[in-house]
């Protein structure tokens, strides 16, 4: 069985209604797009509810949507629903009965749930009608109260048992037809029905297929025969003579289900009183940029104490199996590379939870539109959709939640842009790195006379992030994702009470697929790092204690330079020589890439000073005293040159397997290491030749 | 395009009026109108966004947003006080028109 229904009209609430139980979250075979579905108790007979993504129409241009149609009917592999159950919104049933008209034209076995009943109840649209009118069975409910629930389940038992299509009459013109039947012709044999579903089928061909579209799986016999109708139909407007009849025969309908038929219901009025002011030029900015703090403190710093708790339990963890295991390699591995894993992956809980509890609230309340609409403007500009705001801002906390919060986009492209882009936002990983290098390198004086060239550098790395990820959308989104023009098209759905079941729920779904999916390649890629600096094994490696666990350097093993990781930084060297790094920033680069932050710990290990953090002092006073030819060998400009490198490149596996996961391929996760690492070479290498050439020294 | 006939980017906040067509890419005319933006269709100016892009219409009872560039393809008529006709599609459109009843 199929859910669906027009976007905001609570499918999600009445999905979780009807199947109760945890959701399973899987993929539609052969495309990107994640299925959804739970298991709906019929008094003993279990079935299968598919939650489709929401949809106005089931015409389509891409594989996703597509997929509706495609499990409406059974074509091309999709198992054909027994029964589809339409959610509509009380509210706002003109638009809604669209899709109605579509699935009752293709003879889908229809049970229609009229949703949010109670928003409607000064001017409520009578299922008793619907039924009448239209020949399906309709059932009125509200779905955040449970209201109806019950009547739903035993709708949809009966039509099972002895499924019902529904009946309309639409008027389309005699020469809309005729194409039709053209088409019609054409259709493959898997297709065909019977004349009255195959003409309904080729309007939807007629109304989907495109020289440009992305369709999958579309006949070439069906391609022809349409773009035959196009030809001979020059001067006609094919889409008008389509649609135009079934919004006659909507708004010939509506007087019967309802008692009237209102322009400007109630609930739009009232939004509208709470957007005069969350929409205001003055206030509606202040609101949103204080909405905006809390979402970005909540990541930043609200964050820290769980994170502390997860990274302090590791070591604890560590700490027992250091003891009661005998040393050696199993006790390495455990320690350092399955513990240490392990807290890199979940780490990040904190932050996901955190985020997708506001992005549930915000999209639940119909705050997430005002958003797109306030942002739009300024995102236009370089290709991203409005939506794209909040991602985006969480990627200064943290790449890895903000690629998953990309989801609240619809278009595939939207997100693939964002997702791209993300990883150049100043993420906290990146502090100590700025900190240690600026603390170290840099004189703690100040310019013009007040301001710290320190703290100085500090904002323009943030600035610089801003700037680079910005002029990277702008290329990539005319580029490499580069998609038709996109009109945006968004709708503003009035203003309700969030539900917090339907926002938890998301977010432990959300949660335990990060764990699942990207945690497993997080986890192996930990081991891998650690396997790099823990061998090869020297004879007898003595055990240091009380290693903290969430870095993957081990205590004892090789000294750092006989290790892989070593040796790989002492060969990687002249590569990265024009940058002005030698191979101990090399080793550090690579250790960075389980973690920015690693690259602290990993230098420490380096110089010998044991497990440190970036305050250390003497961390820092090693890097200073670092000479080369009686010269210091770290001078300011290399300094620069490493932020701007940690600034760009791609040192992070986490977001990786992020991208990994959402996009279903290894494809855009190895662009967007190639990018970055290209990208943050070449501004690396400016930043250090040109500086030597302006006389900044070596 | 016609830049004599007035359209949806033309209107005033608060203003109504009845779409004559729709015009633009075909994927985003072909959305637009099974939104119920098709001939015929009341549509009122509800907002503009505060950096004055885009802007908030109100069809068919429910709120949708479109940038200004795509409003500019969408040809309008002044909505008369009652059935939607095709009204005189000259001049500049008049702030004094009919204002939401029900």
Redesign the interface.
């Known amino acids: 069985m199929l859910l669906l229904g027009n976007p905001n009209v609570g499918k999600t609430s009445l999905f979780n209604r009807l199947t109760g139980e945890r959701a399973h979250i899987g993929n539609y075979p052969g495309i990107t797009v994640e299925e959804r579905w739970g298991r709906l108790d019929l008094g003993g007979t279990p079935a299968r509810l598919v939650d489709l993504p929401g949809a106005y129409s089931l015409s389509a241009r891409s594989p996703e949507e597509q997929i509706a149609l495609h499990s409406a009917l059974g074509l091309d592999g999709q198992p054909r629903a027994d029964l589809a159950v339409l959610v509509l919104d009380a509210g706002q049933l003109a638009r809604n009965l669209y899709l109605l008209l579509e699935l009752v034209e293709l003879e889908v076995p229809l049970v229609v749930a009229v949703n949010m009943i109670d928003e409607a109840r000064d001017n409520p649209p009578s299922p008793a009608a619907i039924t009448q009118h239209f020949g399906v069975r309709a059932v009125a409910t509200d779905a955040r109260h449970g209201t109806g629930i019950a009547e739903l389940t035993r709708a949809i038992g009966d039509e099972l048992r002895r499924p019902t299509t529904g009946r309309v009459s639409i008027a389309y013109p005699p020469a809309l037809l005729d194409d039709a039947r053209h088409v019609a012709g054409a259709l493959p044999a898997a297709w065909r029905k019977d004349a009255a579903r195959d003409l309904s089928l080729a309007l939807w061909a007629l109304g989907s297929v495109d020289d440009d579209d992305e369709l999958v799986h579309v006949p070439a016999g069906v391609r022809t025969a349409c773009a035959e109708v196009r030809t001979r139909a020059a001067g006609r407007d094919l889409d008008e003579e389509r649609i135009v009849p079934r919004y006659a025969a909507i708004d010939a309908a509506l007087p019967k289900l309802h008692a009237r038929v209102e322009r400007h219901p109630p609930k739009r009025k009232a939004s509208e009183r709470v957007d005069r002011v969350l929409l205001h030029p003055v206030a509606g900015f202040a609101v949103f940029l204080v909405l905006m703090l809390i979402v970005f403190q909540a990541l930043f710093s609200w964050s820290d104490p769980a994170i502390s708790l997860i990274e302090d339990g590791m070591a604890a963890l560590s700490d027992i199996l250091t003891g009661v295991m005998p040393a050696g390699l199993l006790r390495d591995l455990l320690v350092e590379g399955v513990i240490g894993g392990v807290g890199n992956v979940i780490v990040f809980l904190p932050q996901i939870v955190l985020l997708f509890l506001f992005i549930g609230l915000l999209e639940d309340s119909g705050y997430m539109s005002r958003v797109a609409f306030l942002m739009d403007r300024v995102l236009k500009g370089i290709g991203l959709h409005g939506r794209a705001f909040v991602p985006m801002l969480s990627g200064f906390a943290c790449a890895v939640p903000a690629v998953l919060a990309t989801r609240t986009m619809e278009r595939q492209r939207d997100r693939l842009l964002t997702m791209l882009v993300i990883p150049l936002m100043t993420c906290s990983a990146r502090l100590p790195v700025y900190t240690l290098v600026i603390a170290a390198l840099f004189p703690p004086s100040k310019v013009f006379g007040w301001m710290p060239v320190q703290g100085l550098l500090m904002v323009g790395m943030y600035v610089f992030s801003i700037v680079t990820t910005l002029l990277v959308a702008l290329v990539l989104g005319r580029t490499v994702v580069k998609a038709h023009r996109l009109p945006l098209i968004l709708e503003l759905p009035p203003y309700r009470m969030p539900s917090l079941g339907v926002t938890l729920r998301t977010l432990v779904e959300r949660a335990s697929v990060f764990l699942r999916e990207a945690g497993t390649v997080i986890l192996a890629c930990t081991i891998v790092l650690w396997a790099l600096l823990a061998f090869p094994r020297e004879p007898a490696p003595a055990p240091a204690p009380g290693t903290a666990a969430a870095e993957v350097v081990p205590a004892p093993a090789p000294a750092i330079e006989d290790s892989y990781a070593g040796r790989l930084g002492k060969a990687i060297e002249p590569v990265f020589a024009p940058l002005g790094f030698d191979w101990k920033l090399d080793v550090g680069i690579i250790g960075a890439f389980a973690a920015r932050e690693v690259f602290v710990s990993t230098l420490g290990l380096v110089y010998g000073v044991g497990d440190t953090d970036e305050n250390a002092e003497p961390l820092r006073d090693k890097i200073r005293a670092e000479t080369a030819d009686g010269k210091p060998r770290y001078t300011p400009l290399v300094g620069l040159s490493l932020m701007v490198f940690f600034a760009i490149a791609c040192q992070c596996m986490s977001t990786l397997a992020v991208v990994k996961r959402e996009t279903k391929s290894y494809r855009w996760p190895a662009f967007l290491f190639a990018y970055m690492s290209v990208l943050a070479y070449a501004a690396s290498f400016i930043v250090y030749q040109g500086g030597k050439i302006l006389g900044f020294g070596p | 395009m016609e830049p004599s006939r007035p359209s949806l980017a033309d209107l005033a906040i608060r203003d109504v009026a009845v779409i004559e067509h729709v015009g633009?890419?075909?994927?985003?005319?072909?959305?637009?109108?099974?939104?119920?933006l098709?001939?015929?269709?009341?549509v009122?100016l509800?907002?503009i966004?505060?950096?004055?892009?885009?802007l908030?219409l109100?069809?068919?009872?429910?709120?949708?947003?479109?940038?200004k560039t795509?409003a500019s393809v969408i040809r309008v008529g002044l909505a008369p006080m009652a059935a939607p006709e095709k009204a005189a599609g000259g001049a500049g459109l008049e702030p004094a028109a009919a204002r939401?009843?029900?």
């Open positions: 633009g890419e075909r994927a985003f005319r072909r959305r637009l109108m099974e939104l119920g098709v001939p015929g269709t009341r009122e509800v907002g966004a505060p950096l004055g892009d885009p908030e109100l069809v068919r009872g429910s709120s949708l947003s479109i940038r795509d939401g009843e029900s």
